[in-house]
């Protein structure tokens, strides 16, 4: 884990951003620019003066050319919520690989919106519960005090998206960004978890984090299949079978009818959604995919 959690991989995000809708409402304080207009010393626009202006903000230099009273107006910078809810299923931590791959790229999310002046709180969903182990998060100090415990998060169970997503009530709307970080391998009504957040107005990213072998496995002949996320040894989800091309090639066909449907949704929905594998390294899915898709500036 200390290959991921560091200084230096901090370090290296340093010119990195997330990508706020600029319709999102926020509070004054943060780096967003967004289309209102507000009080800082970066100068935006003119508009003919209006009763009530503050004649402060009068251009006396504009008023000696045109001989009519034009206001200045600077942009609005606003302190945006980002939220990232992490599924803690235990398909999400059964190759440790994997565990920590996704404790990486919920670190380094959780910087970006930190290093941005942005408040942050993270959500653990763990059967129908959104654990929030730290309230709203400000400022580097406050992260990297909290960031010990991110890293014993465990992965087990089931999570089932919509009670946990839904009863941990995202206050504020259209104040930010709602990360969704799984595998979406489940039953759970996930769906009906980002339509509430779509309708609480929230920008929203869908993070699909798969392994190679659950992108493309590569499994041969007699293989035993368990379900971690079963309860029983016995239930039917468990499977003894004997794997052929055949089989793989109808699992490939059934991904891709997956990544389709997502994305289908997500386009319906008015949500980005990027698919990554833990074979590209957390540095190189940042850099490249989520910045080429425009999740990152």
Known sequence: MASIINSTFFNRLESLSLHMDRNLRGFF????????????????????YALGDDIRRIDWNLYARLDKYYIKMFTDERQMHVRIFLDCSASMGLDPAKGEYVIGVLAALGYLAVRNMDKLTLYFLKGEKAEDPFGKIIG?????????????????????????ITRCDPDSASDGLCILISDFMTDSDWKRAVKFLRAKKKQ??????LTPDEADPAYMG???????????????????MRIT?????????????IYGEI???????????????????VEKMLFYQLLSRGVLV
Not at 29 to 48: C, M, N, P
Request: proline share 3%.
């Open 29 to 48: 304080g943060g780096k967003h620019l967004v289309k209102s207009y507000g009080q800082t010393i970066d100068f935006a626009d003119y508009r003919e």
């Open 140 to 164: 580097k100090d406050s992260f990297f005090r909290i960031a010990p415990e991110i890293e014993r998060v465990r992965f087990e169970g089931e999570t089932d998206f919509a009670p946990a």
């Open 204 to 209: 929203v990213l869908l993070l699909q984090v």
């Open 222 to 240: 007699r293989n035993h299949l368990i379900d971690v996320e079963a309860q029983d040894i016995l239930d039917e989800r468990n499977l003894r």
């Open 245 to 257: 091309r055949s089989m793989l090639l109808s699992y490939e066909e059934v991904m891709n009818e």
């Open 263 to 281: 994305r289908a949704f997500s386009i319906s929905q008015g949500v980005d959604y990027v698919s990554v594998r833990t074979d590209v390294p």
